[in-house]
């Protein structure tokens, strides 16, 4: 099976950029197992409506939980979503504005999934 290529959508490269040294080195080797078809440990589906097969990679830090957000099952890339902190102190759900950022971005990753496989034809 070969490597599939990342795509960053939005700011997430940026965003991920910002996160601690500590933080990028497990997401970086995360999303890495992921281009090679593996499952990371660090990785567990996203609940929520209408994000069915995307991942989230989290990652504790000090006090801090950071997230990065992915679809691998598309035909052509592993389309990174969003990167963020999360920031809620109640609870395990992604804030609403995440959410609405992330379905955004999926419908983008899947128009884009899409793009890539008619220029192949």
Request: charged share 30%.
């Amino acid at each position: 099976m070969l490597m599939k290529d990342v795509e960053w959508l939005g700011d997430s490269l940026e965003n991920l950029k910002t996160f601690p040294r500590q933080v990028c080195g497990p997401v970086g080797y995360a999303l890495q197992a992921v281009q090679n078809g593996e499952k990371p440990l660090n990785a567990k589906p996203l609940k929520g409506k209408g994000v069915s097969g995307v991942f989230e990679i989290v990652q504790r830090h000090d006090t801090n939980t950071f997230r990065a957000v992915y679809i691998a099952k598309l035909k052509n890339a592993v389309y990174v979503l969003h990167c963020f902190q999360k920031k809620s102190k109640t609870g395990k759900q992604t804030q609403p504005k995440d959410m609405d950022l992330i379905k955004q971005r999926l419908k983008e990753a899947r128009e884009r999934d899409k793009e890539i496989e008619g220029e192949k034809q």
